[in-house]
């Protein structure tokens, strides 16, 4: 009996770094046309636009204190976020807005008394910084959060507030939607 010894087949393993690039090339493609599809054609960096009618309508509904929809605001102003929450002493409307350029904002209206609803919404270190005529109403300025600033309308019946780290003028015209 003889035995033969076998030798293994030659390695067929010729792969070249050429051969990973173009392996890539064919994943990353339809990958990079994805992105590019969902962020140019179907806006995929703009923020979500969400209804605020429920939210208004819920507040209406408890008749708690008026109620005030914003009107006249162009189409840059995109409404972010919308909830109407019962809170300690009273009940809150909360609607958040991205600007025409950009910056955040939320108009909130509430009938918890102004000095619990201020510190809870502007935080302890916001100030009184004079008052402003907006739309015939006086309103007063306030600092909030850092990088922040406020509007309020103090009224008998609610508090409206409009804070953010928009310029002055967007809060403004943000005010006078709402009066």
Same mark, same amino acid.
Do not use: H
């Given at each position: %009996?003889? =035995? +033969?010894?076998?030798?293994?087949?030659?390695?067929?393993?010729?792969?070249?770094?050429?051969? %990973?690039?173009?392996? %890539?090339?064919?994943?990353?493609?339809?990958?990079?046309?994805?992105?590019?599809? @969902?962020?140019?054609?179907? !806006? !995929? &960096?703009?923020?979500?636009?969400?209804?605020?009618?429920?939210?208004?309508?819920?507040?209406?509904?408890?008749?708690?204190?008026?109620?005030?929809?914003?009107? !006249?605001?162009?189409?840059?102003?995109?409404?972010?976020?919308?909830?109407? +929450?019962?809170? &300690?002493?009273?009940?809150?409307?909360?609607? #958040? @807005?991205?600007?025409?350029? #950009?910056?955040?904002?939320?108009?909130?209206? *509430? &009938?918890?008394?102004?000095?619990?609803?201020?510190?809870? /919404?502007?935080?302890? *270190?916001? =100030?009184?910084?004079?008052?402003?005529?907006?739309?015939?109403?006086?309103?007063?300025? @306030?600092?909030?959060?850092? #990088?922040?600033?406020?509007?309020?309308?103090?009224?008998? &019946?609610?508090?409206?507030?409009?804070? #953010?780290?928009?310029?002055?003028? /967007?809060?403004?015209?943000?005010?006078?939607?709402?009066?």
């Amino acid at each position: %009996m003889d =035995q +033969q010894t076998v030798a293994p087949p030659p390695s067929t393993n010729t792969r070249r770094p050429r051969d %990973m690039v173009l392996s %890539m090339a064919v994943l990353l493609v339809p990958v990079l046309i994805i992105v590019l599809i @969902y962020r140019v054609v179907q !806006g !995929g &960096d703009q923020p979500v636009k969400v209804d605020t009618a429920p939210a208004l309508d819920q507040a209406r509904s408890v008749g708690a204190f008026p109620v005030s929809e914003p009107s !006249g605001l162009d189409d840059g102003w995109r409404p972010i976020s919308a909830t109407f +929450q019962t809170a &300690d002493g009273g009940k809150v409307l909360r609607i #958040g @807005y991205v600007t025409p350029s #950009g910056a955040g904002v939320q108009l909130v209206q *509430s &009938d918890v008394p102004a000095e619990r609803l201020l510190p809870a /919404e502007l935080t302890g *270190s916001g =100030q009184p910084r004079g008052a402003t005529d907006i739309a015939g109403q006086s309103w007063q300025r @306030y600092t909030a959060r850092p #990088g922040e600033q406020a509007l309020v309308l103090l009224q008998p &019946d609610r508090t409206v507030i409009v804070v #953010g780290s928009a310029e002055e003028t /967007e809060l403004r015209i943000l005010a006078t939607a709402v009066t």
